[in-house]
């Protein structure tokens, strides 16, 4: 076996915070071989950007290595000074962020960045490096990249900032590279493209790289050993494969548990959340710190700390009960427990009559200021464009689509958050009209908003307490007394304790604000709340218990959710009828009981293949998407689709626009394929499409591409 590039053994790493050490990572061991990805897994607070930072060099003032070693290439990283650690960022380790707008600076030209990197670590003239930047962007498949080097940041899409970014990680082929979640912030297209780039150059590389994320699906796509920490210490660490399907710890198979599969909805499981919430640095527990959590607890686990123990070769875990599982004596509760919510559209019931009602809606606004639009002409966004669309009391809609898809611009038009340029909007028969603060007090209690970010959209100087009472004083027009009186009851609601009427936001984790949130929406028991990406930023766990919450909810009080998102997972779960949108208009619309049975029109097909399986030995054929969503200034002719459409036909879909399509079951589909061939074609596993073998594909007929 080749020596690892990475060594990192019995590793403490502590804060300093008010006049004593509290540790973020303890006694945690790793070696990552060159060419191999190693996952790291775990909630918010287990440790994982602690444990990247110290082995990057770059922790905070007030945090520091107590012990341990990190060794890159055999040489002891921890015993180098900070300007012998900038020789070695860059050249030897180099690292991608969650957020790639962050670590670009936006004052330089992308190609200027990268450009940089070669002339500091190589030594390259001002030429070459502008060459070897431009070679790097061609690397991570930019088309015209000497025009895209001479672009800012903000002038790219979320994808291609991503790409940059990696561009310049990799530019001096670097010994390790760290990824911390490169993939959380995108679509799912936009990932699956990305996850096949990082195959392909890590294995080129033979570069030992770190992946920190929480999508299983990612880790099982991408990893091949995972280590799985909680509460600063290793729980497991087994091949990818054996960790899926042999997991011998408890929070291991608690989180495999928490995910949605695709195809899988409320009625016909209940996720398993995991109950509480993982220990602050200052209240670890001294035995197993899963024990209060765990729900095979043993006295002994509450009392001795558990060994980290080789049950297989390569496989390590650190539980009293591992052998109990491993034989198979011992099994978590079962998952597959009563459905939460009786059923409605899942079950074949027709409807009831639409609580929204959304007809012809067109938004659109100007891009750019005055001299964009005398010197490019007409610069008008069609955000969304002629969408007619209906949300039935007590359902579910999801709306899905990649980033640009008119998504949130179509749920901002339904709150009043922008204008509607056309088209109706009606709530209970009545229409809406402008912004929040022209609508009047039975509308915006009617009417509710759960938003992705909840610090974003809680007062951080108001108490839990007081952001409830207010919407039950404003818009149910209780008395003081009664409001602070019903908080109570709120908080019981979304499962909270009392006490935390008196918290502020910032004590509070991202899923308790996202709880709190929810309560808010609930006070003044509207008929509809619109969640934009609820879950998408939380922990699989947290997403998890959100899910559940939103589904009991629902059951409870029969509100109707719009929900969207642009994971097919979570709203599969979710949804009772499922809308997938493209650049602006609707593509697909049909119930969630079959929505993921073919047919589908082929974006849709292309969004189900892109999905990460929580499976690392699924076999599945993914249909790759060329390129990003097209400007919504300059809307493809006929099909706006054809593009990008794997299932291409020729000048029909250039220059006629799709029929709408119906199946036997009521799901309709715009596009120029009958349903029966699209069928067919798509239940034909030899049958996946790929845009370049298309004979048809040539440039005159792909005019119109904004």
């Not at 009981?593 to 047919?599: D, R």
């Amino acid at each position: 076996m080749s020596s690892p590039i990475l060594s990192v053994e019995n590793l403490v790493v502590s804060y300093h915070l008010q006049n004593e050490w509290l540790d973020a990572v303890r006694d945690v061991s790793l070696d990552v071989l060159p060419g191999q990805t190693y996952g790291l897994v775990g909630e918010s607070g287990s440790g994982k950007s602690t444990l990247v930072q110290a082995i990057m060099r770059y922790l905070g003032a007030n945090g520091a290595v107590r012990s341990g070693t990190i060794r890159l290439d055999g040489d002891n990283l921890l015993s180098k000074t900070p300007p012998q650690m900038r020789d070695v960022w860059g050249s030897k380790m180099s690292m991608v962020p969650q957020d790639p707008l962050s670590s670009l600076n936006p004052s330089l030209r992308v190609g200027e960045q990268i450009a940089e990197i070669s002339r500091r670590h190589e030594g390259l003239s001002q030429r070459q490096a502008w060459q070897r930047a431009i070679q790097a962007l061609s690397q991570v498949r930019i088309a015209d990249a000497e025009e895209v080097a001479r672009r800012y940041p903000h002038q790219l899409s979320g994808g291609m900032q991503q790409r940059v970014v990696i561009a310049m990680a990799l530019s001096t082929s670097p010994r390790l590279l760290v990824l911390d979640e490169p993939t959380t912030s995108l679509d799912v297209t936009t990932e699956a493209a990305i996850l096949d780039l990082f195959d392909e150059l890590l294995h080129k590389n033979q570069s030992a790289t770190l992946f920190v994320t929480h999508n299983l699906g990612v880790v099982a796509r991408m990893c091949d050993r995972v280590a799985v920490l909680y509460a600063s210490e290793l729980m497991e660490d087994a091949p990818v494969s054996e960790l899926f399907h042999h997991s011998l710890h408890p929070y291991t198979l608690s989180l495999l548990e928490c995910v949605p599969r695709i195809g899988q909805g409320k009625r016909d499981i209940r996720l398993r959340a995991i109950p509480g919430q993982i220990p602050s640095l200052r209240n670890a527990p001294p035995a197993c710190v899963f024990a209060p959590r765990c729900p095979v607890a043993l006295e002994i686990c509450h009392r001795v700390k558990p060994p980290l123990e080789e049950a297989a070769p390569g496989h390590c875990v650190k539980c009293h009960r591992w052998r109990e599982i491993a034989d198979g004596s011992l099994r978590l509760e079962d998952g597959q427990v009563e459905a939460a919510i009786p059923g409605n559209g899942r079950n074949g019931k027709r409807a009831p009559a639409p609580l929204l009602t959304i007809e012809n809606l067109r938004v659109q606004f100007e891009s750019g200021g005055l001299l964009n639009r005398l010197f490019r002409g007409d610069g008008t966004v069609k955000a969304v464009d002629d969408v007619s669309l209906d949300v039935p009391r007590g359902y579910t809609v999801g709306l899905v689509g990649e980033s640009g898809s008119g998504k949130t611009s179509l749920a901002r038009s339904v709150i009043g958050l922008v204008d509607t340029t056309s088209g109706k909007i009606e709530l209970l028969g009545v229409e809406l009209h402008g912004r929040p603060g022209q609508r009047n007090r039975e509308v915006l209690r009617q009417l509710q908003m759960v938003f992705q970010h909840p610090e974003e959209s809680l007062n951080p100087y108001h108490t839990i307490g007081e952001t409830l009472r207010r919407p039950l004083m404003r818009l149910a027009g209780q008395s003081k007394a009664v409001a602070e009186s019903n908080v109570g009851a709120l908080l019981d609601a979304v499962h909270l304790p009392r006490d935390y009427a008196s918290r502020y936001p910032n004590e509070l984790s991202g899923g308790e604000k996202q709880r709190v949130a929810i309560a808010r929406a609930f006070a003044a028991q509207p008929e509809l709340i619109v969640c934009d990406e609820p879950v998408s930023s939380l922990d699989v766990s947290v997403q998890a218990s959100i899910l559940n919450l939103l589904a009991e909810l629902q059951h409870e009080r029969q509100t109707a959710y719009l929900f969207i998102s642009h994971d097919l997972a979570v709203v599969g779960y979710l949804a009772d009828i499922i809308a997938v949108i493209y650049l602006g208009q609707l593509v697909e619309v049909g119930s969630a009981k079959g929505f993921f049975e073919p047919p589908h029109h082929p974006y849709t097909e292309a969004l189900l293949s892109s999905i990460p399986v929580p499976d690392p030995d699924a076999q599945r054929e993914r249909i790759h998407l060329e390129g990003d969503v097209p400007s919504a200034v300059n809307i493809p002719s006929g099909c706006r689709f054809h593009t990008r459409c794997p299932r291409f036909l020729g000048q029909i879909c250039v220059e006629q626009e799709p029929p709408w399509r119906t199946d036997e079951h009521g799901r309709q589909y715009r596009c120029h394929i009958p349903v029966d061939e699209l069928r067919a074609a798509q239940n034909d596993p030899t049958n996946v499409p790929h845009r370049a073998e298309i004979p048809s594909l040539h440039p005159v007929e792909r005019g119109g591409r904004g």
